[in-house]
């Protein structure tokens, strides 16, 4: 086996493995906070820190990356998520309801830089490996995102059921326990220098990004903003006070997750591809972005007639047709981002990029939260329609040849 494949493959098991526990962690705090009585807006608040250190942790992860190699990140990243578990398992039931947020904010914070390192790391490792790759870029990205979000998925329904049958804390031993085995087995298994590179000596040097980079980040701000809207707290709780259980919400997200996934896996089957790698891709990226705006707009407006028909049915089956072409976007940013990305410092660029999707996942979260509290479900719909109609608009000025690309901002 080429080194090159190998090494693709090594990083996108740990990546599975990893994204697995983080699913299964985000279901097991939800539905558990929520079964305690906290609002919809209390449990926005929860995941506030996890996505703000997500901003931090791609940004600095990148540049790490590439001082100290892609690896090191990797294990980073898993040390950090053990030692949220941990923390978050010590959580003491007799403590005040203040004490317990403050606990797990920080707990979720820990979380937060988990992951993102750890993705930062995962997703320069492509470009690093593809560079072998006989211009596989597309479809190894395609897969890598596809098979995580699959995963992703996946965990949302082993978090439900863990809380099913385990109870809070030995669901977070147990998740705790399958990261440190990843862990380990990373520690063998890759080459220490991959990625390595000179880093960025000034923050005006991090942060002085191409016309690409720079325009893609802004449109990833509103497309996961436009999801995680109504995704992490509204559609949950929406489904769970219609008369779900915790097992029938996280086989819901699990199944709409991997469905998203396995989308995303074959976008590149979807989309014309051009020899330049972008002169089709991006308007391919308009087209699916304007197709996506229709989907919360139609749902937002029949349920205003929620005396014809169960609004839970309704809901579900309209998200199940938003990540058709949720997953071809998601899938073509993940594209478009390795190809406007530098050769050496592809992991800073990444790094970039992802922080912005984390600040996208902010701001969803906390209207999420706020939305749901004032409107429900419907105002959540409706806000993801607006971020959709902003995202939309961005496509238009991202650049569709090599030399627009790579200009300064």
Request: glycine share 10%; hydrophobic share 60%; with cysteine.
């Amino acid at each position: 086996m080429l080194p090159a494949v190998r090494h693709y493959l090594i990083v996108t098991a740990s990546y599975w493995g990893f994204t697995l526990v983080d699913g299964a962690l985000r279901m097991v705090v939800l539905l558990h906070f929520f079964k305690l009585g906290y609002s919809p807006f209390t449990l926005a608040f929860l995941f506030l820190l996890y996505e703000f250190a997500g901003i931090v942790a791609n940004l600095a992860g990148g540049w790490l990356a590439v001082r100290f190699g892609i690896p090191r990140m990797l294990l980073a990243g898993q040390a950090l998520q053990i030692g949220g578990l941990v923390m978050l398992s010590a959580l003491d039931p007799d403590w005040s309801a203040a004490a317990s947020i403050v606990w797990v904010v920080a707990a979720q914070g820990i979380a937060g830089l988990a992951k993102d390192f750890t993705k930062t790391a995962s997703k320069s490792a492509i470009k690093a490996t593809a560079a072998e790759g006989a211009g596989q870029l597309f479809h190894w990205v395609a897969w890598f995102t596809g098979s995580k979000n699959a995963m992703k998925g996946l965990g949302f329904f082993v978090g439900g059921l863990l809380l099913d049958l385990m109870g809070f804390k030995p669901a977070l031993w147990l998740m705790a326990g399958v990261i440190a085995v990843i862990l380990a087995a990373g520690l063998v298994s890759l080459p220490r220098q991959l990625g390595k590179a000179k880093a960025s000596r000034t923050m005006r040097e991090l942060f002085a990004k191409s016309r690409g980079v720079n325009l893609l980040a802004t449109a990833r701000i509103f497309l996961f903003g436009a999801r995680d809207v109504w995704f992490v707290v509204g559609l949950p709780v929406f489904l769970y006070a219609a008369g779900w259980r915790f097992v029938e919400v996280g086989g819901f997200l699990a199944a709409w997750t991997i469905a998203y996934g396995g989308i995303q896996a074959i976008a590149p089957r979807l989309v014309t591809r051009s020899a330049d790698g972008l002169s089709r891709e991006v308007p391919n990226a308009r087209l699916w972005a304007g197709l996506l705006v229709a989907v919360p707009l139609v749902l937002a407006i029949l349920l205003q007639r929620a005396d014809l028909w169960r609004p839970d049915l309704v809901v579900v089956a309209g998200l199940a047709l938003f990540g058709l072409p949720f997953a071809v976007n998601s899938s073509l940013h993940s594209y478009l981002i390795l190809a406007y990305a530098g050769s050496e410092k592809a992991a800073e660029d990444v790094g970039f990029y992802y922080a912005a999707n984390a600040t996208g996942r902010l701001i969803g979260i906390l209207l999420s939260g706020a939305l749901y509290q004032a409107g429900g479900i419907v105002a959540c719909l409706a806000g993801s329609a607006a971020l959709l109609i902003a995202c939309w608009g961005v496509t238009f000025l991202l650049p569709s040849r090599s030399r627009e690309a790579a200009s300064a901002a």
